[in-house]
């Protein structure tokens, strides 16, 4: 079946470090993927999406480009802050009249000054 | 617009007790789901529902979990009795066939703590 991995947790970083959390997916068909941030204490917000392949999503600067050829999706931001902490979620849809989203089990970034 | 709406925000019960969460949806919006997060299991989808109806419940973990959707803009999730390990935070959330692929708008989280 559908089933998105991502990398374990928590991932810790120094504050303006590069940042990568990588996600791979397993899929029948041609999903879109997303990527979900959870900051404390809230619901789950997306952050970026991408519907197509070599589509490369972006915002917040982040950003992930769809790779078909490797099943992935890797988030990426090249300094991140301390605000950036927070639980990213990897997540897959596939078919436009499939409204359910098959989830990651989530990545804990934790950013130190 | 106002997002997606959930309440109670917390709850405490004692286990045996009847529990009872309530969301409201983006107006507009014709999907609605129910997740529960624990940090032993992650993120779970409980059900979800298409226009107020019910497409997938497989996730409902056992009968003393029913979820109701009366009208486009209510839909609560009820736990009775409740157990101790059900304790958890509840997420609904919310998506439209006329938006953005797939995307879902998430409430805020009612935290249930059953001692």
């Known amino acids: 079946g559908d089933s998105v991995t991502q990398m374990e947790g928590p991932v810790t970083l120094s504050e303006e470090a590069f940042l990568t959390i990588n996600c791979t997916y397993t899929?029948?068909?041609?999903?879109?993927l997303f990527w979900y941030v959870q900051y404390p204490g809230e619901g789950l917000q997306l952050l970026l999406k991408?519907?197509?392949a070599d589509d490369k999503g972006s915002n917040k600067g982040f950003e992930a480009t769809y790779r078909k050829e490797t099943t992935s999706f890797h988030l990426e931001k090249g300094s991140v802050q301390v605000s950036d902490s927070a639980v990213y979620f990897c997540?897959?849809?596939?078919?436009?009249?499939?409204?359910?989203?098959?989830w990651g089990a989530g990545t804990k970034l934790i950013i130190k000054p | 617009d106002a997002g997606v709406i959930q309440s109670p925000r917390h709850e405490v019960t004692e286990m045996g007790q009847e529990v009872t969460l309530r969301c409201k949806p983006i107006s507009g919006h014709d999907y609605l789901f129910w997740y529960r997060q624990t940090m032993m299991r992650g993120l779970e989808l409980l059900i979800y529902?298409?226009?107020?109806?019910?497409?997938?419940d497989s996730g409902m973990p056992e009968d003393r979990f029913s979820a109701k959707m009366p009208n486009a803009s209510f839909s609560t999730l009820k736990i009775q009795p409740s157990e101790p390990r059900d304790s958890a935070v509840y997420f609904c959330?919310?998506?439209?066939?006329?938006?953005?692929?797939?995307?879902?708008?998430f409430g805020p989280g009612t935290r249930l703590t059953v001692l």
């Open positions: 991408a519907t197509k």
């Open positions: 959330a919310s998506s439209t066939t006329g938006g953005s692929y797939n995307e879902q708008f």
């Open positions: 529902f298409n226009n107020n109806v019910p497409i997938d």
């Open positions: 997540a897959l849809s596939v078919g436009s009249s499939n409204y359910q989203l098959i």
């Open positions: 899929a029948t068909g041609y999903p879109s």
